[in-house]
């Protein structure tokens, strides 16, 4: 029987300590690695014998806001079929860089899976033979899942959600800084014209 | 002259391959998504989708949303068989939360989720035939379809998107009429499958429409993320249901069936045999049920005070009850703090829900792993140099469900 111990042992012994943070939260093996290492750990965990975790499940990302270096997060959802056997594995990346190597040449299905990542996170994946957006209109020009978007585009002037508790959609993400509202600030840093 | 003014497309005077636009509103695509296909005559040559067109955002609105506000939302996933989706989320939400449901929850749960499969797989086996020339058998089992729908109506209300059970069990127990009709449709059902089998599986023109169309191998199946009956029909016995049982499905028997060689017709013939199972589990679930007896019967959810409405005769007469109905109606509960995935056997394949909690009252981060959005990526793979009709069946047998793939 495969178990968590074993995985941990086997990944401790090849990569040392550039896997941390284990933890089993509702019995998963969770670990991470930095990011230029994630091809190596996943490429480790397709081809070992004894680990064979070849079913990509799932691939998202998260943001943390105001972590710095781990401000995004990609993670990896990994199945090993014959023995049942699930493991986590994340990589991070800060906010001003995000670049992490694809996995599509592994798994056919981490395609589109890194394409909704762009598109929600700006995550770019080097090497992805089409980054492009995948859910979200070609047209737009910032990432919506980021923590500091509102849930609702702050241009309508037709309707007030003030009234509706948790802070309604007026004020957030509208928090000024030196140059502007947060959308205005993310523009002026990516060196287009001030609106 | 002319030509000063037309700005043509790069190369497209020197290509010899037609564009087909299998745009985003068509008859045949079921919902809404966009093939571009290039084909040499009738052959495909390469084909490009874009998804996307009903793309609602829910992983954000999800995270301002307490847990019994998403249900609304997960019915939207596939909307085919929406009770899946919902107890899924239910589960998901159980596992974080630490609660364990009664053994009469579990099996009015397995009943429920069998029958959406049904209706699912009604709905997908009768699309392949009518994408193929047959009308007749959409039509006939659509009374089946309606039956299944009344069934939901008696519990929850609704009949398509259910939003149907709560964390820790149902809003109501199954009354004598939802009994009922779930006895009607044990008894007629099985016919009427019979008959629509015998509409199509021996049938020459259907035989030779979905025999050797858009097979996939295994090997390939995998690496794309294939699951559920697109992944048994090349040949994986790989189901959610009995690799980690959820809902006490270990506690019944019934088989998985598996195809060969993944084409059109093993899915079809997936779909078929997995109608038969799920009767099986419904009967046995059901014939479970009604073994319960006495205060035991009225058992229909878990004690979960923090996330289940207490009953409003309660909420007028007892003080804790008041205060637990204000604080859930209200959103102040807060979650424990933790991050889970939990998966069920959706209709079409393994939906998974990735759940982020950091201790607030609204997901830090919900993720849905959802099937039709991964293997549709193979969709090109799969009718590469086939003919154009061959491409329409293949995607309605793949049961793509436009719901699903863009959440």
Known sequence: MLSNEHIKQRLIEKFNDQVYGFEEPYGTLTFEAPREMNLKVLNFLYDEEDLKFRFLTDLCGVHFPGQGEKELAVVYHLHNLEDNVRIRFKVFAPLSKPDIYTATGLFSSANW?????????????????????????????????????????????????????????????????????????????AGEEKV | MSEQHIKLPEGSIEKTTTTLNLGPTHPATHGVMQNILELDGERIVSAEQTVGYIHRAFEKIAERRPLYQITPLTDRLNYCSSPINNMGWHLTCEKLLGVQTPKRVDYLRIIIMELARISDHLICNSIVGVDSGAY????????????????????CGSRLTTNI???????????????????????????????????????????????????????????????????????????????????????????????????????????????????????????????????????????????????????????????????????????????????????????????ISDGGRTPYRLHFRRPCFIYYQAYEELIKGSMLSDAIIVMSSLNLIAGEMDA
């Open chain 1, 113 to 189: 899976m890194e394409r909704e990542t762009y598109d929600f996170y700006g995550i770019n994946f080097i090497g992805h033979p089409n980054l492009r957006r995948i859910l979200n209109v070609d047209e737009m020009d910032y990432f919506p899942l980021l923590k500091h978007y509102p849930l609702e585009d702050q241009s309508r002037v037709d309707k007030d959600d003030e009234m509706f508790g948790r802070g309604g959609s007026i004020g957030f993400g509208t928090a000024k800084t030196d140059h502007g509202t947060v959308v205005e600030a993310e523009k002026h840093n």
């Open chain 2, 136 to 155: 007749t058998g959409f039509l006939y089992v659509m009374q089946y379809r309606e039956l299944i729908y009344e069934i939901y109506e008696e519990i």
């Open chain 2, 165 to 355: 059970g709560r964390i820790g069990g149902f809003e109501r127990n199954f009354n004598d009429i939802a009994f009922r009709k779930i006895e009607k449709f044990l008894d007629e059902y099985p016919r009427v499958l019979k008959e629509f089998e015998n509409l199509f599986t021996r049938n020459r023109i259907f035989m030779d429409r979905t025999i050797g169309v858009g097979s996939i191998s295994a090997e390939r199946a995998l690496n794309y993320g294939f699951t559920g009956p697109n992944l048994r029909a090349a040949g994986v016995d790989y189901d959610v249901r009995v690799h980690s049982p959820y809902s006490s499905y270990e506690d019944f028997e019934f088989d998985i069936p598996v195809g060969t060689t993944g084409d059109c017709y093993d899915r079809f013939l997936v779909r078929n045999q997995e109608m038969w199972q799920s009767l099986r589990l419904i009967r046995d679930a059901y014939q479970k049920v009604q073994e319960f007896k006495g205060a035991e019967a009225d058992v229909y959810h878990a004690d979960v005070p923090e996330y289940y409405l207490p009953p409003k005769q309660d909420v007028y007469t007892k003080m804790e009850a008041l205060i637990w109905h204000f604080k859930i109606i209200m959103g102040e509960i807060d979650m424990p703090p933790g991050e889970v995935y939990n998966s069920v056997e959706g209709a079409n394949g393994e939906l998974g829900f990735y759940f």
